[in-house]
């Protein structure tokens, strides 16, 4: 997809529910309250044959210093010079306010290409607001209802020439496939990321962290807005990069408090954007303030993300700010170790978002977990060291029943999980299943990676056991019927 739209305008008048009708999901959090976005989204966007790439804006504000309304709106225009033409929306029950002619005049300036639309527009109370839009000077607004789907048409109208001929004169470029977070992952043997199958990263932690610094830092420009101000960021924003040559898509997640502290609606959203962006995720890279690491949050968001089976690295931020780094790094490890046994082996990478210091162990670490969760073992080697496993430390026999592993096989990658064939699988203690999946760790080289283990009745494995086998009456009946065919 070569063209490239950009929605702008002031606050809350529909940009993030249009932009979610041309994408055809609820990519981008809608509330009623303006500025709910922050960040730049970009979405494949559909409007009947037409595609084409879409950028979510924040809201367009008067301020133009350094506040985070300032640098919403510097975030906002750099987006206009990225685009190859802008929608500029107005809202049709408001008419046309003083910051939407101040507005226009800069997207005349900065854009070669303005479309105006203005949304809301159904029913006569918008007839007026519609009528004021020619003396923006941007032509003919196109009235649209993005909550309801109408005026599609007419914006599919103004968009397909400019379309036509931005695919006419851009070179020929490898489609992006566009993944949804709720897609079901396919079971396949380990492959490099590729273009079209990116690597997929979620960066998660405690508000003021320094995860969109980080991905800023590592895509190697100022797409993320930051700031001093906790809780920046408020949906799972996805970035396309090449991380060191490896094909990347990077969510940068809203700071997750503790539940009791968030009573904002809209937080609860972005906070369960979060959540979608880390179940979607292939890799979860936790990141910790060195000043304040492994406090009850931390702990929870690493252990939420090995309970759904991601790939985790513990990265620590502001490491520059450190003075007493050997000290520090010695009480990280052993309070890491004591504090999330269920990651043991996963590993712990110091880092400077704002230098850009350890990012390329970062990195390292990150392909080095995405390799061990989608690793696969030959039955036959698995089956080997069961043996050992078992000679070294055999199973209980609780109620006087003795328990028999007999066969172990792995049954699914991304994360690894094995089924082992056992008598009285419902009497194995979890303690020695925690003893097979540390063996299995250490044994096969697959530190920190979530491992399950799946205990399994032999009368699971053979469906016909403990059934009756049929009288001679009924196998006579049975051949007879067979006989007839």
Partial sequence: MSFTLAIVGRPNVGKSTLFNRLVGKRLALVDDQPGVTRDLREGAARLGDLKFTIIDTAGLEMATDESLQGRMRMLTE???????????????????????????????????????A??????????????????????????????????????????????????????????????????????????????????????????????????????????LLTGPEAGITRDAISVMTNWGGTPTRIFDTAGMRKKAKIQDKLEKLSVSDGLRAVKFAEVVVVLLDVDIPFEQQDLRIADLAEREGRAVVIAVNKWDMEGEKQAKLKELKEEFARLLPQLRGAPLITVSALTGRGLDRLQEAVLRAHEVWNRRIPTSALNRWLVGMLEQHPPPAPQGKRIKLRYITQAKSRPPGFVVMASHPDLLPASYSRYLVNGLREDFDMPGTPIRIFMRSQNDANPFKGRKKPGPSKLRKHLGTKRAE
């Fill in 118 to 223: 203005a949304n809301k527009a159904e029913g006569k109370a918008a007839e007026a607001g519609m009528m004021e839009g020619y003396a923006l000077g941007l032509g003919e607004p196109i009235g649209i209802s993005a909550e309801h789907g109408e005026g599609m048409a007419d914006l599919a109208a103004v968009l397909r020439p400019l379309i036509d001929l931005a695919e006419e004169t851009a070179p020929a470029i490898e489609p992006e496939v566009e993944i949804d977070i709720e897609d079901a992952e396919e079971e396949v043997e380990y492959q490099p990321p590729t273009a079209s199958k990116p690597l997929q990263i979620a960066v998660v932690g405690r508000p003021n962290a320094g995860k969109s610094t980080l991905i800023n830092k590592i895509i190697g420009e100022d797409r």
């Fill in 78 to 116: 750099r987006a206009v010079s990225m685009a190859d033409a802008c929608l500029f929306l107005i809202d049709a029950r408001s008419g046309v306010l003083p910051a939407d002619e101040i507005f226009a005049d800069i997207l005349r300036k900065k854009s070669a290409k303005v479309i105006l």
